[in-house]
């Protein structure tokens, strides 16, 4: 158990639609990272944020945004759902944003869109 | 930009027997290495990483040594268990863009008994 946690496990949804997930970091951490994993793109950076503010954008789509509140939990919204959004989306967290610092990965959150 | 490569897969080897998956990078600076799995079904643990030139990260039987000459970072292991069977993961982290990973494609390995 890394300690990071993911809500939902599994999400199904039809296009068009708009989604949220959500995660909480370790305890401490203050910095979230979201990923997508998809069978063609591999695993891609999508958006950061450090203590409420966002640090990095990857390649993150417009339909695509997030947030982190202060509690330090993170949410990812997506909308305008198209079939080509389905993955697995991980969130991590770590706690400095220095790159030699281990990011702990969430369990992910299957999106399906039908 | 920066990009990661690693040996494609599936490998399938026999149980006890040693494994290499090889990664090399392409990066600015300095980055730190890392090496995840991500058994089936689940998220990514970290295995290992090093985060300077001749480091040698290890876990589990598992070693890999920062190569700063060949930019490589090969992951290595004298004898398989079945329950190493997972994907492997490649990834740097850029030391001035805040951590974010950028991973390789994933290899594939199945240990058979």
């Known amino acids: 158990d890394s300690g990071v946690t993911q809500t939902p496990k599994h999400l199904i949804t039809a296009t068009g639609q708009r989604v949220t997930l959500r995660c909480s970091p370790r305890?401490?951490?203050?910095?979230v990272y979201w990923y997508q994993q998809s069978l063609d793109q591999g695993l891609q950076f999508l958006i950061q944020?450090?203590?409420?503010?966002?640090?990095a954008k990857g390649n993150i789509l417009e339909r695509f945004s997030a947030q982190q509140f202060p509690d330090l939990h993170s949410e990812l919204n997506l909308s305008s759902l198209e079939l080509g959004d389905s993955a697995l989306y991980f969130c991590?967290?770590?706690?400095?944003?220095?790159?030699?610092?281990?990011?702990?990965f969430g369990p992910g959150t299957r999106l399906t869109v039908l | 930009g920066d990009s990661v490569t690693q040996m494609e897969g599936p490998v399938t080897l026999s149980e006890e027997a040693c494994l290499t998956i090889?990664?090399?990078?392409?990066?600015?600076?300095?980055?730190?290495l890392f090496w995840y799995v991500q058994y089936p079904g689940e998220g990514l643990q970290l295995l290992l990483k090093?985060?300077?030139?001749?480091d040698k990260g290890s876990n589990k039987g598992f070693e890999a040594t920062y190569r700063k000459e060949t930019t490589s970072f090969h992951l290595e292991k004298g004898s398989v268990q079945v329950s190493d069977s997972a994907v492997y993961f490649c990834?740097?982290?850029?030391?001035?863009?805040?951590?974010?990973?950028?991973f390789g494609q994933g290899t594939e390995l199945s240990v058979k008994p």
């Open positions: 991590a967290s770590s706690a400095q944003l220095a790159g030699g610092h281990t990011q702990y």
């Open positions: 305890s401490g951490d203050l910095s």
């Open positions: 944020y450090y203590n409420g503010e966002e640090r």
């Open positions: 090889n990664c090399t990078y392409t990066a600015t600076g300095y980055p730190s």
């Open positions: 090093a985060t300077k030139a001749d």
């Open positions: 990834a740097l982290s850029a030391n001035n863009q805040g951590g974010k990973l950028i």
